[in-house]
C-alpha cells in the first residue's frame, strides 16, 4: 500500500471511519459530524489517505458551500476534483478555508460574507447560570412565527450580508424548520419575548449553539447570556455533556466566557456576493 497521500470520493462504507476521524476535531467539526448522522456521506465529498487512513474530508453542501477539515492536506491537488463546480463559499477551520480559497483560485472573490469568529467550548458540568428569576424559555409556537420570522431576518441582514429583499423568505424557511426540529428556544421575561437561542448542529454528546439573536433595543441587558444559559441547562438535563459554539462580536465573546467558555479554536464563515465556478 502506498505511503503517498491521495484523494477519492467518499462512500457510505467509509462512514465510521470518517466519523472516528472527524471525532478528533470536533469543535471545528459539528456541521460535518452532524450531517453524516443524519444524512449520510454527502453526494459530493472527498477522503484523503495516507496508507489507508484518513488524515481529511472535504464535503460540498447542497447550497454550493464547501466544509474542509483536513489539517494536512495539498489543497492544490483538490482544485482539479471542484473545476467547473459552483462554489457559494467556505466554512470551517480559518486556516484550511484560506488556504483552501486560495488554491482554487478564489481568494480575492467578492464577499457578501466573510468574518474569522473565535470558537468556544465548554463542559457543561462547569456551566455557570446567571440569576435567571423571573425568565422562562419556550419552543417556538405558531403565535410566534411572526415575530421570530421577523428576528431572523434582520439578523440575516445584520451579520450575514442578507438584504431586505432576500432575508425574509431564507428566515422564514429557517424558523419553520427550528420550529419542526424543535431546536430553538424563547427567552421571555413576564409575558414579553426578548431573546433567542438555539442550536445549528447538535450530535448525542455534543450541542453548538447557533441562532442567537437579541433585537437591538433590548440589548446590553443579558438577556443572550441568560437565553444560551437555560438553553445549556435543559441540554445538560437532556444528556448531553459538551457545548461549542464561535462567536460573531467581542460582547458576545465576553458573555458566552461569562458561562465558563473557553477559547478552543478559529472558525472562518465566507459567502460569495454570487457563486463562483473553479476554473480548470
Same mark, same amino acid.
Given at each position: ?20 476521524? !472527524? ?25 484523503? %489517505? ?125 424558523? !419553520? ?72 462580536? %467581542? ?30
Amino acid at each position: 500500500m502506498s505511503n503517498l497521500p491521495t484523494i477519492r470520493p467518499a462512500t457510505e462504507q467509509d462512514t465510521p471511519a470518517l466519523l472516528a476521524f !472527524l471525532s478528533q476535531h470536533e469543535s471545528t467539526s459539528m456541521f460535518p459530524i452532524a450531517d453524516l448522522l443524519g444524512k449520510g456521506i454527502k453526494a459530493e465529498s472527498w477522503l484523503f %489517505e495516507t496508507s489507508g487512513a484518513i488524515t481529511g474530508y472535504l464535503a460540498l453542501n447542497e447550497i454550493g458551500t464547501l466544509e474542509p477539515q483536513a489539517p494536512t492536506a495539498d489543497w492544490a491537488t483538490v482544485r482539479p476534483l471542484l473545476a467547473g463546480r459552483s462554489i457559494s463559499g467556505l466554512i470551517g477551520p480559518a486556516e484550511q478555508c484560506a488556504a483552501l480559497q486560495q488554491a482554487l483560485g478564489l481568494a480575492n472573490t467578492p464577499t457578501r460574507m466573510n468574518t474569522t469568529e473565535p470558537g468556544f467550548t465548554l463542559n457543561l458540568t462547569d456551566l455557570r447560570l446567571p440569576n435567571c428569576e423571573g425568565y422562562y424559555l419556550t419552543p417556538i409556537r405558531d403565535q410566534d412565527l411572526p415575530l421570530i420570522s421577523a428576528w431572523r431576518a434582520a439578523n440575516l441582514i445584520e451579520t450575514m450580508g442578507f438584504t431586505l429583499d432576500t432575508a425574509p423568505l431564507l428566515a422564514r424557511t429557517q424558523v !419553520l424548520r427550528w420550529q419542526q426540529d424543535k431546536t430553538h428556544r424563547i427567552l421571555w421575561h413576564d409575558d414579553t419575548p426578548i431573546s433567542l437561542a438555539g442550536s445549528n448542529a447538535q450530535i448525542p454528546d455534543v450541542l453548538q449553539i447557533g441562532g442567537v439573536y437579541t433585537p437591538p433595543d433590548l440589548r446590553n441587558n443579558g438577556y443572550a447570556r441568560r437565553a444560551v444559559a437555560m438553553l445549556l441547562a435543559e441540554a445538560l438535563h437532556a444528556g448531553v455533556k459538551r457545548a461549542v459554539l464561535f462567536a460573531a462580536s %467581542e460582547q458576545a465573546a465576553r458573555a458566552y466566557v461569562a458561562l465558563g467558555f473557553r477559547p478552543s479554536h478559529s472558525f472562518a464563515l465566507i459567502m460569495f456576493s454570487q457563486p463562483q465556478q473553479v476554473a480548470p
